[in-house]
């Protein structure tokens, strides 16, 4: 899934951030910004299974749109821009493009709180790992996958860190059916992690 650790590029996407700690039990406002079509049940299952692998670090998300976010204001936030269509299309294709299904943003070494997923590589990967009943629920298998992705990384981002953990979604490398299939958590070792850097917000560095 990761093959390569999360990119490096100098982006203004902090601008979006007001210093704040972020502790355990806090909340953190993730905003969608959507670059192509996208399906509603499948940000819906995505929104929950973000949550629900997050929760164990006591952390509690609160959802936007890049139009709505525009006009308020939060204390910890995080950008998430998705290219291509969020969606799975009716009519299999082959997307021979290799690297990251996501990558989190990082200026002179310091993580920051913007990170862009793939869309059309998200779907080629869970289209490839369906078959049979999958495909009559292939919106929500596909947010569950988003959901995965989305939660890895954050762990980068509230950790400010380009490691990966060695069991579970934050793993460096992820399948087709283990992107979709089961229930996917965090390590007890990530959990420790993600506690330990929310005493001192990561996201204002």
């Not at 499948?42 to 929760?55: N, R, W, Y």
């Not at 998430?80 to 200026?107: H, M, N, R, W």
């Amino acid at each position: 899934m990761f093959r390569t650790p999360s990119c490096v590029f100098l982006v203004t996407a902090c601008a979006f951030l007001a210093a704040a700690d972020t502790r355990p039990s806090s909340k953190l406002t993730v905003v969608l910004d959507f670059r192509g079509a996208h399906s509603d049940r499948s940000v819906t299952a995505m929104e929950h299974e973000t949550e629900d692998i997050l929760k164990s670090s006591g952390l509690y998300l609160d959802w936007r749109f890049a139009g709505e976010a525009a006009h308020e204001t939060f204390d910890d936030l995080v950008v998430v821009q998705f290219k291509g269509a969020c969606k799975v299309e009716p009519i299999p294709y082959v997307y021979d493009e290799l690297g990251p299904l996501a990558f989190t943003y990082s200026a002179d070494g310091t993580v920051q709180p913007f990170t862009q997923v793939s869309c059309d590589k998200v779907a080629a990967t869970v289209r490839s790992a369906m078959w049979g009943e999958d495909f009559h629920r292939a919106d929500f298998l596909f947010g569950r996958a988003l959901g995965r992705v989305l939660a890895h990384e954050l762990v980068h981002m509230l950790t400010a860190s380009a490691q990966h953990g060695h069991e579970g979604v934050h793993k460096p490398a992820l399948s087709g059916r283990e992107l979709i299939t089961g229930t996917l958590l965090l390590s007890p070792a990530d959990i420790a992690r993600l506690r330990e850097n929310q005493k001192v917000s990561p996201l204002r560095r």
